[in-house]
């Protein structure tokens, strides 16, 4: 069965300033997705950044980055001129690309990031 | 698209009730899945349907759950009996396919339910 471990509960960041947020999992599958969601408080959770295992590339997304890690099996983001918008609970999550027949998410326990103005 | 909704948002029961909720997927995702999140915690697995097919259902969805996906359009989860346990978020998210970047879910608000 496939695990994600964010070993951060919580984090905070200056507005303007960059943080990383950890992820690590654990699988044997070679073809597999990994997300960035976040989660607003009382709000729906929206997908931030998704990451190909077959790529190499590092995925972006206008401010925010990845730093993927297959080896190490290590899927962390960055976030650059952190704005207040961006304080929310931040969940990685796994999904399987191919051979099955449920590719349901697997998440993490979050990270919560606080904003300070 | 309207996104993935979900009625209703918040449901407060009493212990031993029925209660049941709703999802509208994304028009044109043929792949709907529930998901529940308790406090403090990431979204667990709970069923996933491909169009009207449930295909596979957690352990955590005990004979008191049940879901539908009638004509392969919204879904309704319902669970029978109550308990104090069963309080929490239950998520919905759709996808337009499988795998690849077609297989990104997308989610809706979500419905928290109270059981007291």
């Known amino acids: 069965a496939q695990t994600v471990t964010q070993s951060q509960p919580e984090m905070s960041v200056q507005e303007a300033e960059t943080v990383t947020l950890s992820c690590t999992y654990d699988?044997?599958?070679?073809?597999?997705?990994l997300f960035w969601y976040k989660q607003p408080p009382s709000r729906q959770m929206i997908l931030v950044i998704r990451?190909?295992?077959?790529?190499?590339q590092n995925a972006t997304e206008n401010r925010f980055s990845v730093n993927f890690q297959k080896a190490a099996k290590s899927f962390s983001l960055k976030i650059s001129d952190s704005q207040l918008g961006d304080a929310a609970m931040y969940f990685c999550?796994?999904?399987?690309?191919?051979?099955?027949?449920?590719?349901?998410?697997?998440f993490g326990k979050g990270t919560l990031l606080t904003v300070n103005p | 698209d309207t996104g993935v909704s979900q009625n209703p948002r918040h449901k407060i029961t009493k212990r031993g009730q029925n209660v049941t909720f709703r999802c509208d997927p994304i028009?044109?995702?043929?792949?709907l899945y529930w998901y529940r999140q308790t406090l403090g915690q990431g979204p667990e697995f709970l069923t996933y349907?491909?169009?009207?097919?449930?295909?596979?259902k957690s352990r955590l969805l005990s004979d008191r759950f049940s879901a539908e996906r009638p004509k392969g359009s919204f879904s309704t989860l319902e669970i029978q009996r109550t308990e104090q346990g069963d309080s929490a978020m239950y998520l919905c998210?759709?996808?337009?396919?499988?795998?690849?970047?077609?297989?990104?879910?997308?989610f809706g608000p979500g419905t928290r339910l109270l059981v007291l």
């Open positions: 998210a759709s996808s337009l396919g499988d795998s690849g970047p077609y297989g990104t879910q997308y």
């Open positions: 699988t044997s599958e070679s073809d597999y997705y």
């Open positions: 990451q190909e295992a077959y790529k190499q």
């Open positions: 999550a796994y999904r399987r690309n191919s051979g099955g027949s449920n590719y349901k998410l697997t």
């Open positions: 028009s044109e995702h043929n792949r």
């Open positions: 349907f491909q169009n009207e097919a449930q295909l596979e």
